[in-house]
């Protein structure tokens, strides 16, 4: 930081800035203050917390594919189509990041439940939906979708289409466009976007007790697991939530240390539409 | 670069607004412990369990009819949350209780103002989908194999319960899911997710039509007990007084319109 440019921060700002932070990291303090260390270990690592811990990694892992998979080609088409009810398919497809996850939960459940508008198809084949790990998978897909389509989205569009249109005007077909230019320049947008709907997916809590249930081993995550322990056992509670807090950090951290290499690199302002994964880990 | 910092400012100011109001509530809300501003008979703030609900909604009405100046609030969520909430210093009058454990907590923690007195029971019933898509008849057919049925953790009250019949009667049972709270058990057999699920009697009650109910002798073995106490501290006269109207005749009467049992006077 040797620039000394004009900010334009009065000091006074300074001191709301800190209390705006308070506001987020005080609550985040508390936990650990809260936390039994002498039994945090054996908190930590008992049967239930690591198959739910492993469970939460797993359905993440396979949310954040799916994400990948679908949520690609979302993006270059919000980003680069021009057809009529553009913007209404866009703001459509934000939705779930300002949905209470209940209200997610519940359109799922009449979307693939047993008498849901898909359920009964996919009963004929042979799919059963509700009570499964599928079903998690589901309920994460649905809340973290937006995160990598609008990182994405924000991505291609201060991108812009230069290169794109030169390799064009030197003779290479869409595909080839497409995998030699457009996919590469999108790749650190992507990794960004694959992150936060990881850690999205990892908090998925709401859509998932609503859609998916609760059973050990099958659809009992983590923050699931959080919620259910802190009926009985407020240490392991807060054991698990500083866990997951830790990996929260670890994502964020490792989402936001690339964004800003990209924009130096293609150069202007880059805002970065993506957000912080929306906690609803209770 | 100009554009960022006034996302800062946006940012911050919306983060000052928040906290204020924040701070706002919060200082209203630390006023209030221990009860009772405003109004001639001062404000009687109630905890109940959920199961509670609309029976407390009409003995608050009736309460408030005859003892005119006081106002009743009611708070009402799972009886483990309102007993944290309590003993992390939220300002109730009274506890209605779901279980007798949760009651236990405050006790020991020295929270009551005398001794808790148990004013209704429940017992666990089987609900069903509308029209019994699964053919249940039984407690035994929850065991049969292919049947979703849906139960409550054993970490809370109705978990217990589930289980403790369970064990009574040597069934196994094989919940495809384990829910936190008996109002999400209900939810998943009222949507038709689930072929059966074991909740209260009461809910079976007020969830109307939605759902059937299934003969189920075994659990009266099992009975949950619900707890009433006034807390120390706080408006005890108006909150002894409602402690009264509850496990009264006339708290009896609207208790048993819901499905609770007679409590132990």
């Known amino acids: 930081m040797t620039r000394t440019a004009y900010t334009g921060v009065p000091r006074w700002l300074y001191v709301l800035a800190v209390l705006a932070a308070l506001v987020i990291v005080l609550p985040l303090l508390a936990i650990v203050s809260r936390v039994n260390w002498g039994n945090f270990l054996p908190l930590v690592t008992s049967e239930s917390a690591v198959t739910a811990l492993g469970l939460s990694l797993r359905t ?16 270059l088409v919000l980003a680069r189509g021009r057809f009529p009810l553009l913007g209404l398919l866009r703001s459509l497809v934000l ?5 209470p996850p209940v209200v997610g939960g519940i359109a799922l459940l009449y979307t693939f439940g047993r008498q849901g508008l898909l359920g009964g198809t996919l009963d004929v084949l042979g799919f059963q939906v509700a009570f499964s790990t599928t079903a998690v998978v589901l309920a994460q897909t ?20 230069k290169y794109e249109a030169v390799a064009a005007t030197l003779g290479a077909p869409p595909g080839v466009v497409f995998r030699r230019v457009t996919l590469p320049l999108m790749l650190p947008g992507l990794a960004s976007g694959a992150v936060l709907s990881f850690a999205r997916s990892l908090g998925e809590f709401g859509a998932t007790l609503t ?72 | 670069m100009r554009r960022q910092a006034g996302v ?25 412990p221990g009860s009772s501003t405003g109004g001639a008979g001062g404000s009687l703030t109630v905890f109940a369990a959920a199961s509670l609900k609309s029976s407390f909604t009409e003995l608050a009405g009736m309460f408030e009819a005859r003892h005119p100046g ?16 309590i003993s992390q210093g939220a300002p109730a009058d009274v506890f209605a209780s779901a279980d007798t454990r949760n009651m236990d907590k405050l006790r020991n923690a020295g929270l009551l103002d005398g001794d808790p007195r148990v004013f209704a029971t429940n017992t666990l019933a089987i609900a069903v989908p509308p029209g019994n898509p699964a053919r249940i008849i039984s407690f035994a057919d929850l065991s049969r194999a ?20 369970a064990e009574q ?12 709270s008996v109002t999400d058990v209900l939810g998943k057999v009222v949507s038709g997710e689930a072929d059966a699920g074991l909740v209260y009697t009461t809910d079976i009650r007020s969830a109307g039509d939605k759902v059937e109910s299934v003969p189920f002798p075994e659990a009266a073995g099992m009975v949950n007990s619900y707890p009433v106490a006034a807390m120390a501290g706080g408006n005890t006269a108006a909150a002894r007084a409602f402690v009264d109207l509850v496990a009264g005749p006339e708290g009896r009467q609207v208790l048993e319109r819901a499905g609770f049992g007679a409590g132990t006077p």
């Open chain 1, 60 to 75: 993440s892992a396979a949310s954040t594919v799916l994400c990948i998979v679908l949520g690609v080609p979302l993006a």
């Open chain 1, 95 to 99: 939705l779930p990041l300002v949905l």
């Open chain 1, 142 to 161: 649905f809340v973290a979708l937006p995160f990598l389509v609008v990182s994405l989205e924000g991505a291609l569009r201060t991108g812009g289409q």
């Open chain 1, 211 to 282: 859609f998916a249930g609760s059973l050990q081993g099958v659809t009992r995550t983590l923050p699931l697991e959080i919620y259910l322990q802190r009926e009985t056992d407020p240490d392991a509670a807060v054991a698990l939530s500083l866990v997951l807090v830790a990996v929260a950090v670890a994502v964020v951290a490792l989402a936001y240390r690339r964004p800003r290499s990209v924009a130096r690199q293609a150069s202007g302002e880059r805002t970065t539409a993506a957000a912080p994964a929306g906690g609803n880990v209770p």
């Open chain 2, 8 to 32: 800062v400012l946006g940012a911050l100011v919306l983060a000052a607004g928040v906290l204020a109001a924040g701070l706002a509530g919060c200082s209203g809300g630390s006023a209030a």
């Open chain 2, 70 to 85: 006081t106002d009743v609030t009611l708070s009402f969520a799972g009886s483990s949350d309102l007993a944290t909430q």
């Open chain 2, 146 to 165: 292919g049947t979703r049925l849906v139960t409550c953790a054993v970490q809370v009250p109705c978990g217990a319960a589930a289980a403790a019949v």
């Open chain 2, 169 to 180: 009667q040597g069934a196994d049972l094989d919940p495809v899911s384990e829910e936190n």
